[in-house]
């Protein structure tokens, strides 16, 4: 009588797309005008969201604040 070993292994991947991965592909496709004007209207229909003025002069800062806008975005709208 003749034993056989065998292993089967299967390996698989997927992608889910939650809501807020589907909301930051729309939003990564925007140019910087419709990504302004969306968060705009965001911040109009959600009382959560504030806007926070940057101190004028500085670009970096006003970098940082419209990345925070972004990532506020992304976060509290799910």
Known sequence: M?????QN???????IM???LQQAIKLLQLSRLE???TINQEMEENPLLEEVS???GNDEEVHVEE??????LL???M
């Open 2 to 6: 003749a034993f056989e070993l065998k």
């Open 9 to 15: 292994l299967k390996l698989s991947q997927q992608l």
């Open 18 to 20: 939650t809501p807020q």
């Open 35 to 37: 990504l302004v004007e």
């Open 54 to 56: 940057p101190d004028e």
């Open 67 to 72: 990345s925070k806008k972004i990532s506020d």
């Open 75 to 77: 976060n509290v709208k």
